[in-house]
Nanobody, 115 residues
Framework: QVHLVETGGGSVQPGGSLRLSCVVS????????LGWYRRRPGEEREWVAM???????SYTTPVKGRFTLSMDNGKKIAYLQMDDLRPEDAATYYC?????????WGRGTQVTVSS
């Protein structure tokens, strides 16, 4: 069984930074896609950044150049470094894993951006 736990959310002013972490417990398959998603109030969940086990990391256009996804494979921790945060980045951020035909989600971590 795979479990995902996100941490690192908080409240920052516009222009600030946060680093989110996603701890993956359980086994990672050879082929998987791990990503960060967010849900803003009143909106559907949307993808933010995605990393296949083999291949390039991709980012949704609004966060390109500001967010960076990385992973410590040994510790099975995925990170989302978020810089130059804007009010429109405020959301609940989720870590998601797709492998073996199944999708796993964490419970999310809240990010607030306001002055």
């Amino acid at each position: 069984q795979v479990h995902l736990v996100e941490t690192g959310g908080g409240s920052v002013q516009p222009g600030g930074s946060l680093r989110l972490s996603c701890v993956v417990s359980g086994s990672l398959d050879r082929d998987y896609v791990l990503g960060w998603y967010r849900r803003r109030p009143g909106e559907e969940r949307e993808w933010v950044a995605m990393m296949p086990s083999v291949g390039l990391i991709s980012y949704t256009t609004p966060v390109k150049g500001r967010f960076t996804l990385s992973m410590d494979n040994g510790k099975k921790i995925a990170y989302l470094q978020m810089d130059d945060l804007r009010p429109e980045d405020a959301a609940t951020y989720y870590c998601g894993l797709h492998q073996g035909g199944r999708r796993y989600w964490g419970r999310g971590t809240q990010v607030t951006v306001s002055s």
